[in-house]
């Protein structure tokens, strides 16, 4: 079954320090693989996309995930983490079964709750 | 990046009225949008897939005579919540997929407070 797991349910870091954020996923075939941001009480903001390529994708904000094929991976990195950075990060992959076309379902991450300690 | 337009922000109605949310793509247009329903601290999820001069695809558990999704352009869809309960109160956001593209983008989120 395709699924994503974020094993993280909480992740603390301090300010100016690097910040990973992790994301597995079982899919068939080549995945798509997306990270979204979540701030309090708002929608989500596309970061970043992997879809083919290089394997390290840069993003908004300075974010950045690296495809790992053979570890079914895609990180989310920050080599300097702020304070504003604190907030909710989803990870999600295209459901391969989806009608192809239009039907772009995400399958996704529970969410890992990213704080940033001043 | 592409704009998703979702009107109301928020929406507090009386318990058995119903409640129409629009999800609008400001600058592109969208022929699948995705309907979600959030819990406070806790992941999407997919209610329903809206493709443009369809029928919308529901989710299992998703009762769609509750949930009535119309979406009749290549810009909007709407979700109406037919007979609100408090059960019902919740975080909707919706998201919509460019035509050529591959990612989603989503709207602000409507919170719908039933009383």
């Known amino acids: 079954a395709q699924s994503v797991a974020q094993p993280e349910d909480q992740v603390n870091v301090a300010e100016g320090n690097p910040l990973t954020v992790k994301c597995t996923y079982s899919v068939s075939g080549n995945p798509y693989l997306f990270w979204y941001v979540q701030y309090p009480n708002r929608g989500l903001q596309f970061l970043l996309k992997?879809?083919?390529?290089d394997n390290l994708v840069k993003g908004s904000y300075g974010f950045e995930a690296e495809f790992n094929k053979s570890q079914t991976s895609f990180h989310l990195k920050k080599p300097s983490a702020l304070v504003s950075d604190s907030a909710l990060y989803f990870c999600a992959v295209r459901d391969m079964t989806s009608n192809a076309g239009n039907n772009r379902k995400l399958i996704w991450g529970l969410g890992t709750s990213l704080a940033v300690n001043p | 990046g592409a704009v998703v337009s979702q009107h109301p922000s928020r929406v507090i109605c009386k318990s058995g009225t119903s409640v129409k949310i629009e999800c609008r793509s400001l600058d592109f247009q969208a022929t699948t949008m995705f309907w979600y329903r959030q819990f406070p601290k806790q992941s999407l999820m997919l209610m329903a897939t809206?493709?443009?001069?369809?029928?919308?695809?529901?989710e299992q558990g998703v009762e769609k005579d509750k949930f009535l999704i119309n979406h009749a352009s290549l810009t909007l869809s709407t979700l109406t919540v037919t007979s609100a309960h408090p059960e019902d109160s919740s975080f909707y956001i919706c998201?919509?997929?460019?035509?050529?593209?591959?990612?989603?983008?989503f709207g602000e989120g409507s919170w719908l407070t039933v009383v």
């Open positions: 992997y879809i083919t390529g």
């Open positions: 809206s493709n443009e001069g369809s029928k919308a695809t529901y």
């Open positions: 998201s919509a997929g460019t035509i050529s593209g591959n990612t989603i983008y």
